[in-house]
């Protein structure tokens, strides 16, 4: 809107000209400046354009330099995730085995305590058991099986000393009896060797009895 005015001013100034020597000289000018202005005026158009051009240029390398960017980020977080799966599955693998050395030396522990029998199924269900076992767990457990294998020791030994103390008794209750029997058999075998026979003590009756005879005679 501005240019406009400023065109119509001038062509209002070069038609006010009285001399049209001087309306043609202004006319020429002002189509000079016109001209120039055009030209201007296009190279600035085309300046932007070129600006434009490069600007959009600039935004799609941007652009595919970001998608550029976003693979290899994607590449690397696969790289990142593919990487930490394998030092997590070497972790688990470390401590497996860290789990069946501990669980060895376990075992080794509970046999030479005594606490578990020396067999293949006892040692089998024994590794089972502790494998998994913290340290302080493990170290309870040993507690416990020490303890319980006190008590049994313990009770199997006064099971003991109160059998034996039985069969002591029963023993000198049999040798007191055995002795009562031999005596009573050697007071019987005395009683029968000298009680007298049927004749003898009919002899000492008829002897008796002469006896008298001859007292009151």
């Not at 085309?46 to 600006?51: A, F, R, S």
């Not at 522990?109 to 058991?129: C, F, G, M, P, V």
């Not at 006064?158 to 049999?174: D, F, G, I, L, N």
């Amino acid at each position: 809107m501005e240019i406009k005015e400023e065109v119509k001013k001038l062509v209002e100034a070069i038609l006010a000209e009285k001399e049209e020597e001087g309306r043609i000289q202004k006319l020429e000018l002002f189509l000079t400046e016109a001209r120039q202005t055009v030209d201007d005026l296009t190279s600035k158009l085309l300046d932007k354009e070129t600006e434009l051009a490069e600007k959009v240029f600039s935004v799609e390398a941007l652009e595919a330099k970001v998608a550029e960017l976003n693979s290899r980020l994607e590449a690397i977080i696969a790289e990142k995730q593919a990487a930490e799966e394998k030092a997590l599955e070497l972790e688990n693998k470390m401590l497996e085995m860290k789990k069946d050395e501990a669980a060895n030396h376990r075992l080794a522990q509970l046999l030479e305590a005594n606490l578990i029998k020396d067999d293949e199924e006892s040692r089998a269900k024994a590794l089972t058991k502790v494998r998994d076992m913290t340290d302080e767990q493990f170290d309870q457990y040993l507690s416990e099986l020490a303890e319980v294998k006190s008590l049994v020791v313990e009770a199997l030994k006064k099971a003991q000393e109160e059998e034996e103390e039985r069969a002591r008794k029963e023993a000198e209750e049999k040798a007191k009896l055995e002795l009562e029997n031999k005596e009573k058999a050697k007071k019987a075998a005395l009683h029968v060797e000298f009680r007298p026979s049927g004749d003898l003590l009919s002899e000492y009756k008829k002897f008796g009895e002469a006896l008298a005879g001859r007292i009151s005679n």
